[in-house]
C-alpha cells in the first residue's frame, strides 16, 4: 500500500516525540521533590485540600479565611488531582501541581501544532521546545497555582480565534471548525474566566480590537457568533457564580474585582508596583534561552507584518504587553498569555527568516540580544553554586555539579548563536534538561534553610506528646506551615501561643519565632505557666527576606 506523503504544516511522530520527551525531561523534575512553596502555592493548595476534607466545592478558603480574590477553576482541578493520583485531601504537594505540569504539556503542545501549521515542521519543533524551556514555563509548570492553566485556557481561546480572524473566506456556522471554532473561542473563554477572572478576556479583546483597527475591517466581530457564544460562556461561569453569590452574598464580586483586579491597576497591588518597561526587562530573563531568537522573532513579525498569520500574532502580543505595562502592579507571569506567540515567531524565524539577521540591522539586534542571551546564560548558571553559599556558607558536590552543566550550556548556548538551526537547537535543549534536573530535583530540594516548614516536621514529630496535639506558630505564620503540618495548625502570635498552651498543656506545641520569644516567654510567666524548649530551626523566610530563628516551645512537666 503506497504511503501518503506528510503534509508540510503537519508533525510526524517522531517530531512529537522529541518534543514530548523535552517537555517532559525540562518540566517534571522537581515536581516530587520541591517542598510546598510560599506564599501563593501552599495558599492555592490548602484551599484545595479544605473543598476534599469539607466537601464544599463551592466557597473557598484558606483555614477559616475567605479566599475571594480567584474563581473556583483551579481548585476545583486541584482537589480532582490529590483525590484521583494521591488517594485524598492528605495527598503530597506533587499531586496539587499536576494540574499545571499537564497544563503546561498543554501549553508546549499546543505552540508546537499552531507554529507547525504556520510555518512547517521545522517552526513546531523549534516553538515547542522554545516553549518547553523558557524560565517562566518551567516555574509555573511546578506551582500549584492558576497560571499555566490560565494560559493553557487561552492559547486554545486563541487558536481558535485565529483561524476564525485568518479565514473570513470559509463560512463556518457556530460549530464549524471543531476545536478552532467560535464555540471553541468561547467555551475556553468560559473555562478561563473560571480559572482566573477577566484576564482571558483582557488577551482576547485586545487582539480582536487591533486586528479589526489595523485592517479596517470589523468582519471578525461578525464571525463570532456573539449571542450563542456569550450564552456558552454564561453557561461555564453561571452556575458557580450563583452558588457563590448565594452562599456568601456579593462579597466574593467585590474582593475579586474591587480588590484583585481593580486594585491592581491604579496602585502597586501587595508591594508590587513597578514602573513601565518592567515586563520587556524581565522577557530577557524569563523567556530563556528563547532570548537568543527574539531578535530574529520581532524582525520576522516586522518584516512580514502583511501576512493575516503574522499580523494576527502581532495583535496577539503588543496590546496585552502594553496594557499590561501600564497596569501599576507587575509581576513577570502578568505577560505570559503572549509568550506561546512569541515562541511561534521565534520557531518561524528559526526555520525560515535567519537570513533576516544576515546584516544591517537584524544582526546587530541579533548581536546585541545573542551576548544578553548568554550574560543571561551565566547567571542562570551560578545560581546552584551561588543559592548554596549564600544559604549554608559552603559548597555541595550536586551545587557544583549543577552550575558546571550550566556551564556546559553557556557553551551550547555560544554554539547555537553561531549556526541558528534546529539542529543546534536540540543539544541546547538537552543541556538545559541536564542543568534543570540537577537544580531542581536535586540543589533546591537540599536547600533546608528555605523550606522551614518541612525542617520543622522532624522537631515537631520528636517533641509531641500526643499523637493529634495541636500546634501553634507565632511570627512564623506563612501558608506553608498550615499546609505541611495539617489544616489545624494555628497562626497566631505569642499572646494567641500561651493560649493555646495554657488550654491544652499536655498535648499543644508552639512554634516561637525569636522576635515573638520575649513577649511569649514574658507572657508565659504572668500566668504562671512554664514551658521549655523543645527544638529549634533556622533558616530563611524567603518570602519576607529575612533570616528566621525559630524554638519550639511545650509545657514543662510538672
Given at each position: 500500500?503506497?504511503?501518503?506523503?506528510q503534509?508540510?504544516?503537519?508533525?510526524?511522530?517522531?517530531?512529537?516525540?522529541?518534543?514530548?520527551?523535552?517537555?517532559?525531561?525540562?518540566?517534571?523534575?522537581?515536581?516530587?521533590?520541591?517542598?510546598?512553596?510560599?506564599?501563593?502555592?501552599?495558599?492555592?493548595?490548602?484551599?484545595?485540600?479544605?473543598?476534599?476534607?469539607?466537601?464544599?466545592?463551592?466557597?473557598?478558603?484558606?483555614?477559616?479565611?475567605?479566599?475571594?480574590?480567584?474563581?473556583?477553576?483551579?481548585?476545583?482541578?486541584?482537589?480532582?488531582?490529590?483525590?484521583?493520583?494521591?488517594g485524598?485531601?492528605?495527598?503530597?504537594?506533587?499531586?496539587?501541581?499536576?494540574?499545571?505540569?499537564?497544563?503546561?504539556?498543554?501549553?508546549?503542545?499546543?505552540?508546537?501544532?499552531?507554529?507547525?501549521?504556520?510555518?512547517?515542521?521545522?517552526?513546531?519543533?523549534?516553538?515547542?521546545?522554545?516553549?518547553?524551556?523558557?524560565?517562566?514555563?518551567?516555574?509555573?509548570?511546578?506551582?500549584?497555582?492558576?497560571?499555566a492553566?490560565?494560559?493553557?485556557?487561552?492559547?486554545?481561546?486563541?487558536?481558535?480565534?485565529?483561524?476564525?480572524?485568518?479565514?473570513?473566506?470559509?463560512?463556518?456556522?457556530?460549530?464549524?471548525?471543531?476545536?478552532?471554532?467560535?464555540?471553541?473561542?468561547?467555551?475556553?473563554?468560559?473555562?478561563?474566566?473560571?480559572?482566573?477572572?477577566?484576564?482571558v478576556?483582557?488577551?482576547?479583546?485586545?487582539?480582536?480590537?487591533?486586528?479589526?483597527?489595523?485592517?479596517?475591517?470589523?468582519?471578525?466581530?461578525?464571525?463570532?457568533?456573539?449571542?450563542?457564544?456569550?450564552?456558552?460562556?454564561?453557561?461555564?461561569?453561571?452556575?458557580?457564580?450563583?452558588?457563590?453569590?448565594?452562599?456568601?452574598?456579593?462579597?466574593?464580586?467585590?474582593?475579586?474585582?474591587?480588590?484583585?483586579l481593580?486594585?491592581?491597576?491604579?496602585?502597586?497591588?501587595?508591594?508590587?508596583?513597578?514602573?513601565?518597561?518592567?515586563?520587556?526587562?524581565?522577557?530577557?530573563?524569563?523567556?530563556?534561552?528563547?532570548?537568543?531568537?527574539?531578535?530574529?522573532?520581532?524582525?520576522?513579525?516586522?518584516?512580514?507584518?502583511?501576512?493575516?498569520?503574522?499580523?494576527?500574532?502581532?495583535?496577539?502580543?503588543?496590546?496585552?504587553?502594553?496594557?499590561?505595562?501600564?497596569?501599576?502592579?507587575?509581576?513577570?507571569?502578568?505577560?505570559?498569555?503572549?509568550?506561546?506567540?512569541?515562541?511561534v515567531?521565534?520557531?518561524?524565524?528559526?526555520?525560515?527568516?535567519?537570513?533576516?539577521?544576515?546584516?544591517?540591522?537584524?544582526?546587530?539586534?541579533?548581536?546585541?540580544?545573542?551576548?544578553i542571551?548568554?550574560?543571561?546564560?551565566?547567571?542562570?548558571?551560578?545560581?546552584?553554586?551561588?543559592?548554596?553559599?549564600?544559604?549554608?556558607?559552603?559548597?555541595?558536590?550536586a551545587?557544583?555539579?549543577?552550575?558546571?552543566?550550566?556551564?556546559?550550556?553557556?557553551?551550547?548556548?555560544?554554539?547555537?548563536?553561531?549556526?541558528?538551526?534546529?539542529?543546534?537547537?536540540?543539544?541546547?535543549?538537552?543541556?538545559?534538561?541536564?542543568?534543570?534536573?540537577?537544580?531542581?530535583?536535586?540543589?533546591a530540594?537540599?536547600?533546608?534553610?528555605?523550606?522551614?516548614?518541612?525542617?520543622?516536621?522532624?522537631?515537631v514529630?520528636?517533641?509531641?506528646?500526643?499523637?493529634?496535639?495541636?500546634?501553634?506558630?507565632?511570627?512564623?505564620?506563612?501558608p506553608?506551615?498550615?499546609f505541611?503540618?495539617?489544616?489545624?495548625?494555628?497562626?497566631?502570635?505569642?499572646?494567641?501561643a500561651?493560649?493555646?498552651?495554657?488550654?491544652?498543656?499536655?498535648?499543644?506545641?508552639?512554634?516561637?519565632?525569636?522576635?515573638?520569644?520575649?513577649?511569649?516567654?514574658?507572657?508565659?510567666?504572668?500566668?504562671?505557666?512554664?514551658?521549655?524548649?523543645?527544638g529549634?530551626?533556622?533558616g530563611?523566610?524567603?518570602?519576607?527576606?529575612k533570616?528566621?530563628?525559630?524554638?519550639?516551645?511545650?509545657?514543662?512537666?510538672?
Amino acid at each position: 500500500m503506497p504511503v501518503m506523503p506528510q503534509a508540510p504544516d503537519s508533525l510526524s511522530a517522531r517530531q512529537w516525540l522529541l518534543i514530548l520527551v523535552i517537555a517532559v525531561a525540562a518540566l517534571m523534575p522537581g515536581i516530587f521533590q520541591i517542598p510546598a512553596m510560599d506564599r501563593d502555592e501552599a495558599r492555592y493548595a490548602q484551599a484545595s485540600r479544605q473543598m476534599l476534607e469539607s466537601g464544599d466545592l463551592v466557597d473557598i478558603r484558606f483555614q477559616d479565611v475567605p479566599r475571594h480574590v480567584k474563581p473556583v477553576g483551579t481548585y476545583w482541578l486541584q482537589a480532582a488531582s490529590a483525590e484521583i493520583l494521591g488517594g485524598g485531601p492528605q495527598a503530597g504537594i506533587w499531586a496539587y501541581r499536576m494540574p499545571s505540569l499537564l497544563a503546561a504539556l498543554g501549553i508546549v503542545a499546543m505552540t508546537a501544532w499552531l507554529a507547525a501549521r504556520l510555518g512547517g515542521a521545522t517552526a513546531g519543533v523549534a516553538a515547542g521546545i522554545v516553549m518547553a524551556l523558557a524560565l517562566i514555563t518551567g516555574v509555573e509548570a511546578r506551582t500549584a497555582k492558576t497560571d499555566a492553566l490560565l494560559v493553557a485556557a487561552i492559547l486554545a481561546a486563541q487558536i481558535a480565534l485565529h483561524r476564525i480572524a485568518t479565514h473570513p473566506d470559509r463560512p463556518d456556522g457556530f460549530f464549524g471548525g471543531g476545536l478552532r471554532s467560535p464555540a471553541a473561542f468561547w467555551l475556553f473563554h468560559g473555562i478561563g474566566l473560571l480559572i482566573k477572572g477577566p484576564i482571558v478576556t483582557l488577551v482576547a479583546g485586545t487582539t480582536i480590537a487591533a486586528w479589526c483597527l489595523w485592517n479596517r475591517d470589523r468582519e471578525l466581530l461578525r464571525r463570532l457568533y456573539w449571542l450563542p457564544g456569550v450564552a456558552l460562556t454564561l453557561a461555564v461561569v453561571a452556575p458557580w457564580v450563583i452558588a457563590i453569590t448565594m452562599k456568601v452574598g456579593p462579597g466574593f464580586l467585590q474582593e475579586s474585582i474591587g480588590h484583585a483586579l481593580l486594585g491592581k491597576v491604579a496602585r502597586g497591588d501587595d508591594s508590587h508596583g513597578a514602573p513601565p518597561g518592567y515586563h520587556s526587562l524581565f522577557f530577557l530573563l524569563v523567556f530563556w534561552p528563547g532570548t537568543a531568537l527574539a531578535a530574529g522573532g520581532a524582525m520576522l513579525a516586522w518584516t512580514r507584518r502583511i501576512s493575516p498569520d503574522i499580523r494576527f500574532l502581532i495583535c496577539w502580543i503588543v496590546p496585552t504587553v502594553v496594557v499590561f505595562e501600564a497596569v501599576a502592579t507587575k509581576l513577570p507571569h502578568y505577560t505570559y498569555p503572549t509568550y506561546p506567540a512569541m515562541a511561534v515567531l521565534a520557531g518561524l524565524f528559526l526555520a525560515t527568516g535567519t537570513d533576516l539577521v544576515a546584516g544591517g540591522k537584524g544582526r546587530i539586534a541579533q548581536r546585541v540580544l545573542g551576548v544578553i542571551a548568554v550574560l543571561v546564560s551565566l547567571l542562570v548558571a551560578a545560581v546552584p553554586v551561588g543559592a548554596v553559599i549564600h544559604l549554608s556558607g559552603t559548597v555541595t558536590p550536586a551545587a557544583i555539579a549543577a552550575s558546571g552543566v550550566g556551564l556546559v550550556v553557556v557553551a551550547l548556548m555560544v554554539r547555537f548563536l553561531m549556526d541558528l538551526s534546529l539542529a543546534r537547537l536540540v543539544p541546547l535543549a538537552a543541556g538545559v534538561c541536564v542543568f534543570y534536573f540537577l537544580t531542581f530535583a536535586v540543589v533546591a530540594p537540599s536547600l533546608d534553610r528555605l523550606w522551614i516548614a518541612r525542617s520543622l516536621q522532624p522537631v515537631v514529630a520528636t517533641a509531641a506528646t500526643c499523637e493529634t496535639g495541636p500546634l501553634v506558630t507565632a511570627g512564623f505564620s506563612e501558608p506553608s506551615m498550615v499546609f505541611v503540618h495539617g489544616t489545624k495548625t494555628r497562626l497566631s502570635d505569642a499572646v494567641g501561643a500561651v493560649d493555646v498552651l495554657e488550654d491544652q498543656p499536655t498535648c499543644a506545641l508552639a512554634v516561637v519565632e525569636r522576635r515573638q520569644q520575649d513577649e511569649f516567654l514574658a507572657t508565659a510567666a504572668a500566668r504562671g505557666l512554664k514551658v521549655e524548649p523543645a527544638g529549634q530551626v533556622q533558616g530563611l523566610n524567603y518570602s519576607r527576606g529575612k533570616e528566621i530563628d525559630i524554638t519550639l516551645y511545650r509545657v514543662a512537666p510538672r
